[in-house]
């Protein structure tokens, strides 16, 4: 696959190990013949290291060997995520590490969830772009502040602490966006 042609989200085989690209950033040349370089932000998916590299766009990196299959979150305990894959029924288990920052947007109920397969073994999730959780605590909201755009801490139905516009309260709601963890809407 060519380098212009990766987007982020997609998984490379850089080096020999598979790499979840987050970002990719476009650098134009500013000389005549010079080659446009394309700059990937990357995760990678056995070590969860981050991983950053610079290709020209005519460069090449195959892609890696993975399979994305639906799961379903079944429990949690100390160590491990325990994962149901909704279409054989295997279950798998991620260490409690490896997807730490996942674990703020995961329910029993969410649809949209993939596991990463490498080789045979789940290496990691894909979570979907925007997820709905409840609010479970917030200050109620001050009457008369509605001209202005301020926001207040609300803690999630998964622990996650998110800013809210004040007209948001306990029980609602609202759509998180997975990849900055930031308010989107009420759901």
Do not use: W
Request: one cysteine or more.
């Amino acid at each position: 696959m060519h380098a212009k042609e990766i987007k982020p989200g997609a998984i490379v085989d850089h080096d020999g190990v598979p790499v979840l690209i987050e970002s990719v950033h476009v650098q134009t040349p500013s000389a005549r013949g010079a080659s446009t370089l394309y700059k990937f932000r990357g995760r990678n998916l056995l070590t969860r290291q981050k991983v950053d590299f610079t290709l020209k766009g005519t460069e090449e990196l195959p892609q890696a060997d993975f399979e994305r299959r639906p799961v379903k979150l079944m429990y949690t305990d100390p160590t491990h995520v325990h994962l149901l894959d909704q279409t054989d029924f295997n279950q798998y288990a991620l260490a409690r590490e490896s997807v730490e920052r996942e674990l703020a947007f995961l329910t029993e109920s969410l649809d949209g969830l993939y596991a990463i397969l490498y080789n045979g073994e789940c290496v990691g999730l894909q979570l979907p772009v925007a997820v709905e959780l409840v609010v479970k605590e917030t200050e109620p909201g001050v009457r008369g502040n509605s001209a202005t755009a301020r926001t207040k801490p609300a803690t999630l139905e998964t622990g996650l602490v998110v800013q809210v516009p004040e007209y948001i309260e306990p029980g609602e709601r609202v759509k998180v966006d997975t990849r900055t963890g930031e308010f989107l809407s009420r759901a």
